[in-house]
């Protein structure tokens, strides 16, 4: 069984601070990662992908890939009230079979 | 304007009423899948195509059937709905489901809401 591991929050942060969310996952054979964002009541939506180690940015996003350790992150830096949602990892293996963690509820307190 | 489509949106039924529930994208996608999403558990795929006549199953297939006859259509079946198949269900699709290019980043549906009492 393919696991990815979210903690479920809520993580709360003050506006204008950096907000940290983490992921693991069980199968060494998974081959891209994505974090996705869902608002209440919406569906999931894109933030970002990575396939290599190391650290992607775009804009405020951060994601951050280490495959030894099974683990990606995404940084939100400079975070605003509407950042708050609930946040996805996802893993993919073989590019066409998905596996999502449960999600970490993130809240943006202005 | 590029989308997928799901319908219906909201669905309440019965136990053993059939029921399909339809996805639509307008992208040319090659790749296209349904996951149901329920608290607690997050999303979990349930099965996928990578082309016409190509599908195979996720995590979650049991109670399930699909079909893909046409590229842009990825219709999910529940041939005898159970009240443990009530669940918030996506479709998605991705231009194909091959290689780390950024080609399989999915796009989802606006979802459909399944009630089965």
């Known amino acids: 069984q393919k696991e990815v591991e979210q903690n479920s929050g809520p993580l709360s942060v003050p506006e204008g601070a950096i907000a940290s969310l983490n992921c693991t996952y069980s199968d060494r054979g998974s081959q891209s990662f994505f974090w996705y964002r869902q608002y209440s009541g919406k569906s999931p939506e894109l933030i970002m992908f990575i396939y290599s180690n190391g650290d992607k940015e775009d804009g405020r996003f951060t994601a951050q890939l280490n495959k030894a350790s099974q683990y990606v992150s995404l940084l939100i830096r400079d975070s605003q009230p509407s950042d708050s949602a609930t946040y996805l990892c996802a893993v993919s293996y073989n590019f066409n079979k998905f596996y999502f963690g449960s999600g970490t509820k993130l809240n943006v307190k202005p | 304007e590029a989308q997928v489509t799901q319908n219906p949106r909201y669905l309440i039924t019965v136990t053993g009423k059939k029921l399909t529930v339809t996805c639509s994208q307008n992208?040319?996608?090659?790749?296209m899948s349904w996951y149901r999403q329920d608290p607690g558990l997050g999303l979990r795929q349930i099965y996928y195509s990578m082309n016409v006549e190509v599908t195979d199953k996720g995590d979650v297939p049991e109670g399930y059937k699909v079909s893909r006859k046409e590229k842009r259509n990825f219709p999910l079946i529940l041939e005898s709905p159970s009240p443990n198949q009530t669940s918030l269900y996506f479709c998605?699709?991705?231009?194909?489901?091959?290689?780390?290019?950024?080609?399989?980043?999915?796009?989802f549906g606006a979802g459909s809401r399944l009630t089965v009492l």
């Open positions: 998605a699709s991705s231009l194909s489901g091959d290689g780390p290019s950024g080609a399989n980043v999915l796009t």
């Open positions: 992208m040319n996608h090659e790749y």
